[in-house]
């Protein structure tokens, strides 16, 4: 099999399953370039370490190609068509660990407040109505920021209170219950919309009608949360961003169902497909940013009466006589 059979039967592969492949694909072209359209099984680790090597990429970036091309050969490995996986020596320093910011109910609170002082003036392309509504939205179903700006009129069903999601890159078409009162705040939107007249394909809108750009709803994003005063330090990762909201949905939904005594191991399946994860182990990552699931353990290890000091012991333990007792005398 020729290499670039490989790449287009891959691909191919992928797409029937719900993903797109539309950023990961141009990485294989690129090291089709650089190898030739030779035989799949005449590639060598030296021709995949010099691409990656001679990117100049971060370390980060760097692993998430190792891990892409990996996984290619992989597949191809599976179906007999290559004996060996003709990839390098990983480096030795691993990418940092998941750390994504989980946001409070309480910086939720700010963010929405924030953003009447933000969204005026004429610089600002969205409407504080719209950018509220898309905020609320993202943290109420933990939808990809791709899947939030491409969702369509036509995909909120109102009375069943229902969204399709899934028109975003990287993303599997999915329909999904939503609560009642984001139902209620997309319900306002709408007539908002309808007051406006807008014949807008997506749901959401900027001030002129038009389809939301992502860079446009980022920069937003980040004034409002500047205005907030949400931050983090700088040597544990980036600053929050509008991912971080679709994060947070997965992590405060996993804490309100230990709340309810469910197991938090029985219910990922059921998280993982509302986020729409290709794998359901995908959202066991949430588990070690919930606290809350550790709370019965240690109410379990937490005694009946709890330790309290007792009073403090006098210093001079003489008796009435003045003599120390007998365990306190020096012996003869």
Same mark, same amino acid.
């Given at each position: 099999?020729?290499?670039?059979?490989?790449?287009?039967?891959?691909?191919?592969?992928?797409?029937?399953?719900?993903?797109?492949?539309?950023?990961?694909?141009?990485?294989?072209?690129?090291?089709?370039?650089?190898?030739?359209?030779?035989?799949?099984?005449?590639?060598?680790?030296?021709?995949?370490?010099?691409?990656?090597?001679?990117?100049?990429?971060?370390?980060?970036?760097?692993?998430?190609?190792?891990?892409?091309?990996?996984?290619?050969?992989?597949?191809?490995?599976?179906?007999?068509?290559?004996?060996?996986?003709?990839?390098?020596?990983?480096?030795?320093?691993?990418?940092?660990?998941?750390?994504?910011?989980?946001?409070?109910r309480e910086e939720i609170t700010k963010l929405?407040?924030?953003?009447?002082?933000?969204?005026?003036? @004429?610089?600002? %392309?969205?409407?504080? /109505?719209?950018?509220?509504?898309?905020?609320?939205? +993202?943290? #109420?179903?933990?939808? =990809?920021?791709?899947?939030?700006?491409?969702?369509?009129?036509?995909?909120?069903?109102?009375?069943?209170?229902?969204?399709?999601?899934?028109?975003?890159?990287?993303?599997?078409?999915?329909?999904?219950?939503?609560?009642?009162?984001?139902?209620?705040?997309?319900?306002?939107?709408?007539?908002?919309?309808?007051? @406006?007249?807008? %014949?807008?394909?997506? /749901?959401?809108?900027?001030?002129?009608?038009?389809? +939301?750009? #992502?860079?446009?709803? =980022?920069?937003?994003?980040?004034?409002?949360?500047?205005?907030?005063?949400?931050?983090?330090?700088?040597?544990?990762?980036?600053?929050?961003?509008?991912?971080?909201?679709?994060?947070?949905?997965?992590?405060?939904?996993?804490?309100?169902?230990?709340?309810?005594?469910?197991?938090?191991?029985?219910?990922?399946?059921?998280?993982?497909?509302?986020?729409?994860?290709?794998?359901?182990?995908?959202?066991?990552?949430?588990?070690?940013?919930?606290?809350?699931?550790?709370?019965?353990?240690?109410?379990?290890?937490?005694?009946?009466?709890?330790?309290?000091?007792?009073?403090?012991?006098?210093?001079?333990?003489?008796?009435?006589?003045?003599?120390?007792?007998?365990?306190?005398?020096?012996?003869?």
């Amino acid at each position: 099999m020729r290499f670039s059979t490989a790449i287009r039967a891959y691909v191919e592969w992928k797409r029937a399953r719900g993903i797109l492949f539309k950023k990961a694909e141009p990485f294989f072209h690129s090291l089709l370039k650089q190898t030739g359209d030779c035989a799949l099984n005449s590639i060598t680790p030296e021709q995949v370490l010099s691409y990656l090597d001679g990117q100049k990429l971060s370390p980060a970036t760097w692993w998430q190609r190792y891990k892409l091309f990996h996984g290619f050969f992989n597949f191809w490995i599976l179906r007999g068509e290559i004996t060996l996986i003709p990839m390098p020596r990983p480096r030795a320093a691993w990418p940092l660990p998941f750390k994504p910011y989980i946001y409070s109910r309480e910086e939720i609170t700010k963010l929405i407040r924030a953003v009447d002082h933000t969204q005026t003036g @004429r610089s600002c %392309n969205l409407k504080p /109505l719209t950018m509220r509504t898309l905020l609320l939205f +993202i943290y #109420g179903t933990g939808a =990809r920021f791709s899947e939030a700006i491409s969702c369509r009129f036509e995909d909120f069903d109102s009375k069943r209170r229902l969204i399709t999601l899934g028109h975003g890159e990287s993303s599997r078409k999915r329909r999904i219950p939503i609560g009642v009162n984001l139902t209620k705040l997309l319900n306002v939107f709408v007539d908002f919309r309808k007051a @406006r007249n807008v %014949n807008c394909e997506t /749901l959401f809108f900027d001030r002129h009608g038009k389809r +939301i750009g #992502g860079p446009t709803f =980022r920069g937003n994003f980040q004034r409002v949360r500047k205005f907030a005063g949400i931050t983090r330090q700088a040597d544990i990762g980036t600053m929050p961003g509008i991912r971080d909201l679709r994060h947070t949905f997965a992590v405060h939904r996993l804490a309100a169902w230990l709340k309810q005594g469910k197991h938090s191991r029985s219910m990922l399946p059921l998280l993982s497909a509302y986020m729409g994860h290709v794998k359901w182990i995908w959202a066991e990552q949430y588990l070690s940013l919930t606290p809350e699931r550790f709370w019965d353990h240690l109410g379990r290890l937490k005694p009946e009466q709890p330790w309290r000091p007792g009073p403090k012991k006098p210093t001079n333990q003489r008796n009435a006589s003045g003599e120390l007792p007998a365990r306190l005398r020096w012996p003869h």
